[in-house]
């Protein structure tokens, strides 16, 4: 069997890394030589569960200290998440697309305009690995500009090795393991206190209606999620939109970012 140099060099690298899975500086590592092989721009290593995410490692912000975005997306903005939304429906091994989870409406959103093409700029590729408890483990790329064939392609043959080093590594993540994940948000009380104009609390099937709609969720998704008629799903944004005195998805958005970041 031929052998070329990026191979052995590859290999040698792999290597390297199952000497290092016990130190802290691994996660680093990982990132480091998945750089030599793909462009990227930002990382993160967290678990997804039906908490609030965890962090394993990131990438530092401009300044090289924590990124206010990122700290807002761990308070409560990561409901949104096209990628934390597609765990939680469907806890798969594999290499997520942007495009593979994104719902029909997500660029229209307020949350990619004011969060996700500020903070991950244009495109995401995200490696689960799936693991008990519902729970994910993922590694998490962002781009300023999107992922190419080739660089999937390369990213899907490598995948089996990155997941491997990633289940291994888990092993000498103990504290983090142990912990529990902070409870999620409840922000159905948070937005009654955030509101003045609330009238009558929201059903729960209005906060899951609401949910989607800022997710970017067409009225034809969410119908199909919740298995509702399109006509149904119109009712339950004109009763969230009355409820809460508002008028607009941008004035929603507006009262659910109050609520998790405050």
Request: glycine fraction near 6%.
């Amino acid at each position: 069997m031929n052998l070329s140099l990026q191979d052995i060099a590859w290999h040698q690298a792999v290597g390297r890394l199952v000497e290092q899975l016990d130190r802290p500086g691994f996660w680093l590592g990982l990132v480091r030589l998945l750089e030599r092989y793909v462009a990227f721009d930002s990382w993160v290593v967290l678990l997804f569960s039906d908490g609030r995410p965890q962090v394993f490692a990131e990438c530092p912000g401009s300044d090289g200290g924590a990124d206010p975005l990122f700290q807002d997306y761990l308070r409560g903005l990561y409901l949104l998440d096209p990628f934390y939304i597609a765990s939680r429906e469907r806890n798969e091994a594999g290499l997520f697309l942007l495009a593979d989870v994104a719902p029909e409406c997500f660029e229209q959103t307020d949350y990619y305009q004011r969060y996700f093409r500020l903070n991950v700029v244009a495109d995401e590729i995200q490696l689960n690995v799936p693991l008990d408890g519902r729970r994910t483990l993922c590694l998490s790329l962002g781009s300023r500009s999107a992922f190419g064939p080739e660089q999937i392609a390369l990213l899907q043959l490598i995948r089996p090795w990155v997941a491997g080093l990633m289940r291994q590594r888990l092993a000498f993540e103990q504290e983090l393991m142990a912990s529990p994940p902070p409870p999620a948000p409840a922000w159905q009380e948070q937005l009654e206190a955030a509101s003045q104009k609330v009238e009558a609390a929201l059903t729960a099937r209005e906060l899951e209606v609401g949910r989607l709609m800022l997710s970017g969720c067409s009225s034809k998704e969410i119908a199909r999620k919740l298995d509702i008629s399109s006509e149904t799903v119109r009712v339950h944004r004109k009763h969230i939109y009355s409820k809460l005195g508002i008028k607009s998805q941008s004035e929603l958005f507006g009262l659910f970012l109050k609520a998790q970041v405050e």
